[in-house]
């Protein structure tokens, strides 16, 4: 199996990890036939082994804002975020074999498929601050090199739950003790300089619950950048709801943000007003308007966004909006839905790894061709690259183009490659299932029950 269809697949579906040592990820991760056990839910950074001075050797995360339910792991040479906390990694028919130094092979069916190494976890994280908060409060590794954080942890749509986003957690590691509900620029300026020196990290995420302000919590990120560039000189994205006054974008380039990341998440009507009510109310136009101005602040290419598969969204509608997006600027960043438990969308099903390879292989050309290639990103997720397979298609060169001219294509690019071609013109037609969305009374059932 090539490395890009087995990230793809494996983002998918999930990974089990078996005769992992006591205490290591997913040593509660169910083998075949056994019941998977829950992680304390106190641990600040979820299971861990220990090197041979009580530090953590690796580490996992559950709950929380961002990428979650993940472990971070070389494969072939490709940092990749792989969900192992869920209901379906439990299922998945990817197992890894991982030894008590953190190396193993991925297997399905019994065939040794590529070797693997978690990514270990960071020196940083044995360290507190000068108020005594743990290090890994304030922010964690993500992938191999970043430095991430939720500034605020708090948000004003998930503690109304007809209101919430469907597939966010940000509120269960505040819940669980795992974080701090505002991190200073202070906080965030000495936790990125000891981890710059002392693992390597090269750029800075930070993300943040949407505030009442009519900033979006613009205000806090800008205050948290200018911390951060006090003590290290580090690349940082900044990550938030569209603005009031696109002023903001402006401010923040000022404080010292290198790029800036805006989440649509999904593009239907229908499909946002069931997945994420309460930031539906923020129409995907003021979304384009923002993306328009903020390209204008801080480049072609250094302005991206989240776009969720698995919430609803037709082929064609992602392929459509991303296409968009490219022309403007914009980086569509595509994941595949991680379902979160005890989130309203757990029980949902990740979208296919055909449907995922379907949207990469289109995609990753157009942005080459575009010349916003994730490598040219300053900061941020596109940067890092490990929560999706998108930037291993962006070498692919250019893609082949439509079979004929009566395939159902109505895309505006020049070409695409061949399976992205015949999957879009079966889901024009109505042969591809997309994932249903979220009826409304299904998610207050589900957001009550939680």
């Not at 996992?60 to 494969?75: D, E, K, M, N, W």
């Not at 998108?390 to 079979?403: K, M, N, T, V």
Request: hydrophobic content about 40%; proline content about 8%; some cysteine.
């Amino acid at each position: 199996m090539d490395t890009q269809t087995l990230i793809t697949e494996l983002q998918s579906f999930g990974l089990r990890l078996a005769e992992a040592p006591e205490g290591a990820p997913g040593a509660g991760a169910a083998a075949p036939g056994e019941p998977a056990s829950p992680a304390s839910p106190a641990s600040p950074t979820s299971p861990t082994s220990t090197d041979g001075e009580g530090r953590a050797a690796w580490t996992s995360r559950r709950g929380g804002a961002g990428p979650t339910q993940h472990v971070a792991a070389t494969l072939r040479g490709a940092t990749v975020m792989i969900p192992i906390h869920t209901d379906q990694a439990a299922a998945s028919p990817f197992v890894a074999r991982i030894g008590r130094d953190g190396a193993g092979t991925v297997e399905r069916d019994g065939r040794e498929l590529a070797p693997i190494a978690l990514v270990k976890a960071p020196r940083f994280y044995a360290l507190s601050t000068q108020d005594g908060i743990p290090y890994p409060k304030i922010a964690l590794l993500h992938g191999a090199d970043v430095l991430a954080s939720t500034v605020l942890q708090t948000c004003i749509r998930y503690t109304e739950r007809d209101k919430a986003c469907t597939f966010c957690a940000i509120g269960q590691s505040l819940a669980a003790g795992r974080t701090t509900a505002k991190k200073t620029p202070e906080q965030l300026g000495e936790v990125a300089e000891a981890a710059a020196r002392l693992d390597g990290v090269r750029h800075v995420t930070l993300t943040t619950g949407t505030p009442r302000s009519p900033d979006r919590g613009a205000a806090h990120l800008a205050d948290c950048a200018r911390g951060i560039k006090a003590r290290v000189d580090l690349p940082v994205q900044a990550q938030c709801e569209p603005p009031d006054d696109f002023a903001w974008f402006e401010r923040m380039r000022a404080a010292g943000v290198d790029s800036l990341g805006m989440h649509l998440e999904a593009v239907e009507d229908e499909v946002r007003a069931a997945a994420m009510p309460g930031k539906a109310e923020v129409s995907v136009a003021r979304y384009f308007e923002a993306f328009e101005a903020a390209v204008r602040v801080f480049g072609r290419g250094q302005v991206s966004t989240y776009l969720i598969a698995g919430l609803g969204d037709s082929l064609a509608s992602l392929l459509d909006a991303s296409e968009r997006l490219i022309a403007m600027g914009v980086y569509p960043f595509l994941v595949p839905l991680v379902p979160i438990p005890g989130t309203p969308a757990a029980d949902r099903a990740p979208p296919s790894g055909e449907f995922m390879r379907a949207l990469y292989a289109h995609i990753g050309p157009l942005l080459a061709r575009a010349g916003l290639r994730s490598n040219d990103v300053k900061a941020g997720c596109a940067r890092c690259g490990a929560c999706s397979g998108l930037s291993g298609f962006e070498a692919e060169g250019r893609a082949a183009a439509p079979p004929d001219a009566g395939a159902a294509w109505t895309s505006t690019s020049e070409s695409s490659d061949d399976a992205s071609v015949q999957l879009r013109a079966c889901a024009d037609a109505g042969h591809v299932s997309r994932v249903p969305p979220l009826a409304p009374g299904h998610l207050l059932r589900r957001a009550r029950a939680v």
